[in-house]
């Protein structure tokens, strides 16, 4: 007899865990959410929603609320360091007639609204709850919570990230994710007037740089080149000497750079996990299952790409291990193409490269996630 999932305890409440919280409950599972942090993370940060991650949160029922909290977008422009443009990058229409091919919003933003459609539909979040292990405890799953009363559940679902230590607590086998010798620098800035999509900028010294609108009157940046210490200088200083060696539609931003402005650094992290993503009760997703460099956005498009096989898989109300290796069959092999796309991205990045086509690059990528998983 298959055993029935009635309750799901999700571990972390980034993008992963949040979609897969919000999935979970939309079937009417008794769902718990954990997180280590007393409060959301709130990042000076933008997240592009590409084509393939707004279909899937259109999927997950929350793609008016993106609509209305982003900023929609139709193609990606690319302008080489003297402001000559270079080609543009189609986006195609993924979602459905009524939705637009891609859109900009703030990670703040696209948290909040995860975390507000979960909650409506009944999902239970502690915060400050860092959870130490998982035990299996006779065909159920016990997690131990710091400082707090111990989850059972018959399915929990890791969304630990690429940097906290459970991942490789539970799956032995896990490689501690690598840090590439990239660094990516994030702000918000007031939105440029003729910017109504996302503008790809190559600067000197392997720097590149991507202006994307994300509300009417703001734009997030997205900066990255070799990882350099900025030596003495502070964060907003180093942005805008970075800036100053792009075209001048980047060029311009520099001065709005103050020691005020919030920016976020974010080392470039990649790792795989083998499969088997389960163990015991506990299936691995988002970062902890694959960190992928963030190019071509599918960091967060592979993580709501979890939620949604999970839904689908909740809905075919196969029990436990079933669905472990359904998941799997649908997930591993994809998530290796698109890892193996973006860590090659992040690579010519770093060396270089006569033959590298980007463009091509993303065409392969486009057709690989072009159908829903
Ligand atoms: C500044 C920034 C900008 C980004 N921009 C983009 C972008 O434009 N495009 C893109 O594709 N990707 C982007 N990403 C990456 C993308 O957000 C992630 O790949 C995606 O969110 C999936 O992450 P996750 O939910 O698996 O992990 P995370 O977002 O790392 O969330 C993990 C959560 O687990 C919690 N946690 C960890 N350990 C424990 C524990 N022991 N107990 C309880 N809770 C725990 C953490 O507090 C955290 O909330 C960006 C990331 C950052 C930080």
Redesign the pocket.
């Known amino acids: 007899m298959t055993q029935r999932l009635v309750r799901v305890c999700v571990?972390?409440?980034?993008?992963?865990?949040l979609c897969c919280a919000l999935a979970a409950a939309s079937r009417g599972l008794r769902v718990q959410l954990?997180?280590?942090?007393a409060e959301p993370?709130a990042?000076a940060?933008?997240?592009?929603v590409v084509p393939n991650m707004l279909r899937d949160l259109v999927a997950l029922g929350v793609g008016d609320d993106c609509v209305r909290a982003g900023f929609p977008y139709r193609g990606i422009d690319v302008i080489d360091r003297h402001g000559r443009h270079l080609h543009e990058l189609p986006t195609e229409r993924l979602a459905g007639p009524r939705f637009p091919a891609a859109l900009g919003i703030r990670?703040d933003e696209l948290h909040r609204l995860l975390e507000r459609a979960a909650l409506a539909r009944g999902v239970d979040l502690r915060r400050a709850?860092?959870?130490q292990a998982v035990h299996d405890h006779a065909g159920e799953a016990r997690v131990v919570v710091e400082r707090g009363e111990p989850v059972e559940a018959d399915l929990v679902v890791l969304?630990?990230?690429?940097?906290?230590a459970?991942p490789q607590a539970l799956f032995p086998h896990a490689l501690p994710a690598s840090e590439l010798p990239q660094s990516w620098w994030?702000a918000l800035l007031p939105r440029p007037v003729d910017l109504d999509r996302p503008l790809i900028a190559h600067g000197d010294a392997g720097r590149r740089a991507v202006l994307v609108p994300v509300r009417h009157d703001q734009a997030g940046l997205?900066l990255t080149e070799p990882s350099v210490a900025p030596a003495g200088s502070t964060p907003a200083e180093h942005l805008r000497r970075a800036l100053a060696t792009f075209a001048p539609r980047l060029r311009a931003l520099a001065p709005r750079l103050d020691e005020t402005t919030p920016i976020?650094r974010?080392p470039a992290r990649a790792a795989l996990l083998e499969v088997p993503w389960h163990r015991g009760a506990v299936l691995a997703v988002?970062?902890?299952a694959h960190a992928l460099p963030?190019h071509f956005?599918?960091?967060?498009?592979q993580?709501v790409e979890d939620a949604r096989v999970l839904a689908d898989l909740l809905d075919a109300d196969t029990g436990r291990e079933p669905l472990f290796e359904a998941f799997e069959r649908r997930r591993a092999e994809r998530v290796r193409r698109v890892h193996e796309i973006t860590t090659t991205a992040a690579r010519w990045d770093l060396q270089p490269d006569s033959g590298a086509d980007l463009s091509l690059l993303m065409a392969k990528l486009a057709q690989t996630v072009a159908q829903p998983a």
Do not use: F, K, M, N
């Open positions: 571990i972390g409440a980034g993008l992963a865990g954990l997180d280590q942090a993370r990042l940060a933008h997240i592009e990670h709850a860092r959870v969304a630990a990230g690429a940097g906290s459970l994030y997205a976020t974010r988002g970062d902890c963030p956005g599918q960091a967060a498009a993580a």
